[in-house]
């Protein structure tokens, strides 16, 4: 499920709309409200968008999250390098042994060696897939926890709904809150690993 996907769940539940049907909404933003003179320079719109991908990537949170998979990976990738130089190790020595042993005692040991590679071919790819998962559980459990930052930037901005920038066909740079909704964030959850846990 996209990253973006989840965020637009989640907006919907954080504003209590529902959603009418599954198409992409395409909508051009109304006439965004200028702030009069003496009022400040926040610029208030019903309407205002997002780049999920560049918020979560921006942030301290979703930063942290990155580096802690990216290490996760690496040491997998390690494994993995190490457990093929090993297997190959054997695979030769099998080999080399295979002039000494009977035609029936090497087939019943390259069988084995052949299943005990499948088998660890197997694992290796549960740990792989592991990862991906461990990677959307963070990013759904990082949008449940940016949720009521999101409609605190709604409510200040008077805003009704917030879009994904990317499904927008025509808008103003002054809706967009993304750069504004990092700094909330990185304000509020910083590193987000004391956040407490949001729930659905």
């Given at each position: ?11 919907l ?24 003179p ?93 990862l ?57 959850l ?11």
């Amino acid at each position: 499920m996209r990253l973006v996907a989840t965020l637009a769940v989640a907006l919907l539940l954080a504003t209590g709309a529902a959603a009418q049907d599954d198409d992409p909404i395409i909508t051009v933003e109304p006439p965004v409200q200028q702030p009069e003179p003496g009022q400040g320079s926040v610029v208030r719109s019903p309407v205002l968008t997002i780049d999920p991908e560049q918020m979560f990537s921006q942030s301290l949170y979703g930063q942290r999250m990155a580096d802690e998979l990216q290490a996760e990976t690496e040491a997998l990738a390690a494994e993995n390098r190490r457990i093929t130089e090993e297997l190959e190790t054997e695979e030769r020595a099998l080999t080399e042994r295979r002039r000494t042993m009977s035609p029936e005692d090497f087939r019943a040991e390259a069988e084995a060696f052949d299943e005990r590679v499948q088998e660890i071919r197997r694992t290796q790819d549960a740990k792989e897939r592991a990862l991906g998962q461990t990677l959307q559980e963070g990013q759904d459990q990082f949008l449940l926890a940016i949720r009521p930052l999101l409609g605190q930037l709604m409510a200040a901005r008077g805003a009704a709904v917030i879009l994904d920038r990317r499904d927008v066909i025509l808008g103003v740079g002054a809706i967009d809150v993304t750069a504004e909704a990092v700094q909330l964030i990185d304000s509020e959850l910083g590193t987000g690993e004391e956040a407490p846990v949001a729930e659905e």
